[in-house]
């Protein structure tokens, strides 16, 4: 399958201070991405849709002043976070939608980020 | 609106016991794909396996096989002579144009 890679693997930063994460579709163009959190022992979360060259769209109860995400190309995607609380301390896992052969879409996942805020 | 619902939180295997994780979804659509992943301690999402709504034939792979019903609007999963490396949290996912949603996943534990 095609591949996707998010940096960094994991981040500690101090609080208040941003973040930011990359994820990169490596041998394929993506359209779109998305932007997913997880909290320990729990699911993963739809935080927001990033479409290349428009404004994301984010899922209610985002904050998308909090939550900044860039889609400037057809490979990359940033999220950063801003202004970092200990709160904001989770797992973020970027996925990014690719043709298939059959013509149907597949998306595909990211390592994941994980952020530790202290 | 779309809902997995993965009921069991935790489980507990001897290694070589069969085991099988359940999913049921919720969607109105007619065209839909689930999806299952493994996610070791180290956070990455493994790909299990794809399946349309219009493809209810079962599948096996190796050790793993699942059982698509849309009549109950199941898909699960069941890994056969479990094994450590088994031992993992298993989401089920259901997605519409590619906007996942998932399961609040099941943990295997599989003790040697």
């Known amino acids: 399958g095609a591949v996707v890679s998010q940096h960094p693997s994991w981040v500690i930063c101090k609080s208040g201070t941003s973040v930011k994460i990359e994820c990169r579709s490596l041998?394929?163009?993506?359209?779109?991405m998305f932007w997913y959190r997880q909290f320990p022992k729990q699911s993963l979360m739809l935080m927001a849709t990033?479409?290349?060259?428009?404004?994301?769209?984010?899922e209610q109860g985002v904050e998308k002043d909090k939550f900044l995400i860039n889609h400037a190309s057809l490979t990359l995607s940033t999220l950063t976070v801003t202004s970092a609380h200990p709160e904001d301390s989770s797992f973020y896992i970027c996925?990014?939608?690719?043709?298939?052969?059959?013509?149907?879409?597949?998306?595909?996942f990211g390592q994941g980020t994980r952020l530790t805020v202290v | 609106a779309q809902k997995v619902t993965q009921a069991q939180t935790e489980i507990s295997v001897v290694e070589k016991e069969d085991v099988t994780l359940d999913c049921v979804y919720e969607t109105r659509d007619t065209t839909y794909y689930l999806f299952w992943y493994k996610q070791p301690p180290s956070g990455e999402l493994v790909f299990l396996i794809r399946r349309n709504s219009f493809d209810e034939q079962n599948e096996i792979s190796g050790r793993y096989s699942w059982n698509f019903q849309k009549s109950t609007s199941s898909f699960n999963f069941t890994i056969t002579a479990s094994q450590v490396v088994d031992s993992a949290v298993y989401f089920c996912?259901?997605?519409?144009?590619?906007?996942?949603?998932f399961g609040s996943g099941t943990k295997l534990n599989v003790k040697p």
């Open positions: 041998d394929f163009q993506a359209t779109t």
């Open positions: 996912a259901l997605s519409n144009f590619n906007k996942f949603y």
């Open positions: 990033s479409n290349e060259g428009s404004k994301a769209t984010y």
């Open positions: 996925s990014a939608r690719a043709e298939a052969p059959t013509g149907n879409t597949e998306a595909f």
